[in-house]
């Protein structure tokens, strides 16, 4: 059971991580485009947004499961203090990634103009909080 565990929780970070990678080079290449094109490819290209969401869930699923079927004053004594800097920077991911969502579905709307402008800043703090928080992983589990 413990390995189908870390199987889910690393496809789970394959999709989270690899959204945010995605995201982040598509709104590279969409930079030069005229801002009426980059808005249209760009919320065609939000669809990914699911991979990420379904990605989350799953990390955070099966992590909830890894820690208790391991015992889970066990696991944070064998994490440590990297494993709680860890678990700080998934709440602050998760937090994040709802302020997206919110700015997403505002996007939608019919002057969605200044939530599309703020979602590549957050679509990089969130890309910078999934590496910090595979870093913390692999200091604490190493």
Known sequence: MHTLLLIIHFIGLALGLGTGFA???LGLAAKDMAPADRGAFM?????????GSIGLLLLILS?????FSQGAAEVLAWGGGMFHVKLTLVVILTGTFGYMQMLIRQAKGSDG???MARLPLVGRIMLLLNIAIVVTAVLAFS
């Open 23 to 25: 995201l982040f080079t």
């Open 43 to 51: 919320r065609r290209a939000m669809v990914l947004g699911k991979n």
């Open 63 to 67: 992590g909830v499961w890894l820690v």
């Open 113 to 115: 103009a200044a939530a």
